[in-house]
């Protein structure tokens, strides 16, 4: 038997960083929203524990873990039962771009077993198995548009009365999520220890309209994503110039995001911007949580 679960990217509307905790971390106050982009993970009773990455032409899964490290058999090694076996998992969202494409695997891999093998466990089971896993889990299981607090474990779902269009620009080389927070710390001595709430954000979803949705729009590791990386700057003015309402980086970058008045819209920024960059794509949001997408008896 196999189960392949499909979960998508995530961006972050609005990222409020606190200082951090005693224990390291910082304090999240954040909106994400799944985007169309998605991986697929199959997850298939065998013989041993085996593992295989592929990506769609545009992926270089050459950074992704073929062994014990990687998240979705992480995710099987928190399940409660069965095994050995077999991971597909087939990518579509950039590696290390700032959309916790691996968190989506994480997840795709807890709701595969989950189905695989008939378990049936209830929600709060699986979202409690995901926050184990890392920080942006529970949100794959979810989707839509949820607000994430604390360390962004503790999701919960938002009114959204939106189709946005979104154009995607990630980067050849990744940044490290770390790096870019040691960096606002750097930047930021002296964070507040609560982070910026989103309310101008959520009103702006409620509303549907795209304009004060990019004018509400808040990314606190975007400067000091800049700062690394200041070409991720020149990307977002040429964007905005190019027609886009408004363009960001993604969580902790490099991949740029711009949102768009339409479909029709973002046709053209991605047309303007396939000039410039190897890899341009469009998505929309809100879309669903990890889901089922097949179910196969052995051959
Ligand atoms: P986030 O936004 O959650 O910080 P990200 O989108 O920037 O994450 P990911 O694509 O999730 O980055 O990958 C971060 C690192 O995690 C990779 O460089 C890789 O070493 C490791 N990793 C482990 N499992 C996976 C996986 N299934 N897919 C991608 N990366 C994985």
Redesign the pocket.
């Known amino acids: 038997m196999s189960t392949t679960v499909r979960a998508a ?2 961006i972050n509307l609005h990222l409020g960083v606190g200082a951090p905790r005693e224990d390291g971390f910082h304090p999240l106050d954040t909106v994400y929203q799944a985007i169309s982009l998605y ?1 697929d993970v199959t997850v298939s009773d065998a013989g041993e524990d085996t593992i295989a ?1 592929s990506g769609t032409p545009h992926i270089d ?1 050459s ?3 073929t062994d014990a ?4 058999v992480r995710a099987l090694a928190e399940a409660p039962c069965g095994g050995p076996h077999h991971v597909q ?1 087939t ?1 579509q ?14 997840a795709a891999a807890l709701l595969a077993h989950d189905r695989l093998h008939d378990l049936g466990q209830p929600d709060d089971v699986l979202l409690a198995q995901a926050a184990r896993l ?3 889990v529970p949100f794959s299981l979810v989707g839509g548009t949820a607000r994430g607090r604390g360390r962004g474990e503790v999701v919960e779902p938002i009114v959204d009365h939106g189709t946005w269009w979104w154009v995607v620009v990630p980067a050849a080389v ?2 490290s ?1 770390p790096e870019v927070y040691r960096h606002f710390d750097r930047l930021h001595p002296d964070a507040p220890a609560q982070p910026a709430e989103p309310t101008e954000l959520l009103a702006a979803l409620a509303s549907g309209e795209p304009v004060r949705l990019a004018r509400a729009l808040h990314n606190d590791l975007q400067e000091p994503a800049i700062d690394l990386r200041p070409e991720l700057g020149d990307l977002i003015a040429l964007g905005e110039a190019e027609g886009a309402l408004r363009g960001m980086v993604s ?2 970058g490099p ?1 740029c995001v711009f949102l768009c008045d339409s479909q029709v819209g973002s046709m053209e920024v991605v047309t303007a911007l396939s000039a410039s960059y190897d890899v341009v794509l469009s998505a929309i949001g809100p879309v669903a949580g990890a889901h089922v997408v097949s179910t196969r008896e052995a051959e």
Do not use: E, F, R, Y
């Open positions: 990217a995530k991986d990455v899964v950074g992704v873990p490290t990687n998240i979705a998992i990518k969202i950039p590696v290390a771009g700032g959309m916790a494409g691996g968190s989506a695997d994480g890392g920080s942006d990744g940044l999520t969580g902790s991949t």
